[in-house]
T-cell receptor, first 110, second 111 residues
Framework: NAGVTQTPKFQVLKTGQSMTLQCAQDMNHEYMSWYRQDPGMGLRLIHYSVGAGITDQGEVPNGYNVSRSTTEDFPLRLLSAAPSQTSVYFC?????????FGSGTRLTVV | AQRVTQPEKLLSVFKGAPVELKCNYSYSGSPELFWYVQYSRQRLQLLLR??SRESIKGFTADLNKGETSFHLKKPFAQEEDSAMYYC?????????????FGEGTQLTVNP
């Protein structure tokens, strides 16, 4: 049972490049979400999904897109990377109130 | 709107000393409160849920609705408790499983 798997673990992008952060869970959880973690700001919700085909914006959605074509996968797309998107990104899934987090993706935009 | 505040960004104590990490929240309904812990460069792990009223690794937390607080306490800190601690709130059925996190408190337990 792998839980929540995020890839890649590290990534460096140039300003303006696009990329997709992958997130997959094998627990059949309906709820999935993406957070970014920045020093002194805690974790802020980017986008979330309550089930396949349903997504919604969180607290800081600008510059990011998501889709949820299957229960297992919830990729996060950066459309045109900016230095302000340098952060650590965590994916999480939940069935009820217990969250399971991925190990994170450390993204640097130069 | 739901909001979580952790007033202390950094907290340093000596081994064996009591420790209290503060958490205050604002929410108009009946919230579910949690504490998550993140050890150095690891993923976040659930430490406590207020509804389970359990003690994990010697930590306890009591929900005080009058003061809208959910402080995390441990009577005797250990060096392995050094980590980042996040308080989090879920609005329950009205907001699904959406979690709002506080800013985090970095706890350092010195030998």
């Amino acid at each position: 049972n792998a839980g929540v798997t995020q890839t890649p673990k590290f990534q460096v992008l140039k300003t303006g490049q696009s990329m997709t952060l992958q997130c997959a869970q094998d627990m059949n959880h309906e709820y999935m979400s993406w957070y970014r973690q920045d020093p002194g700001m805690g974790l802020r919700l980017i986008h979330y999904s309550v089930g396949a085909g349903i997504t919604d914006q969180g607290e800081v959605p600008n510059g990011y897109n998501v889709s949820r074509s299957t229960t297992e996968d919830f990729p996060l797309r950066l459309l045109s990377a900016a230095p302000s998107q340098t952060s650590v990104y965590f994916c999480a899934s939940s069935q009820g109130y217990g969250y399971t987090f991925g190990s994170g993706t450390r993204l640097t935009v130069v | 709107a739901q909001r979580v505040t952790q007033p202390e960004k950094l907290l340093s104590v000596f081994k064996g000393a009591p420790v209290e990490l503060k958490c205050n929240y604002s929410y108009s309904g009946s919230p579910e409160l949690f504490w998550y812990v993140q050890y150095s460069r690891q993923r976040l792990q659930l430490l406590l849920r207020h509804i389970s009223r359990e003690s994990i690794k010697g930590f306890t937390a009591d929900l005080n609705k009058g003061e809208t607080s959910f402080h995390l306490k441990k009577p005797f800190a250990q060096e392995e408790d050094s980590a980042m601690y996040y308080c989090a709130l879920s609005g329950g059925e009205t907001s699904g499983s959406r979690l709002t996190f506080g800013e985090g408190t970095q706890l350092t337990v010195n030998p």
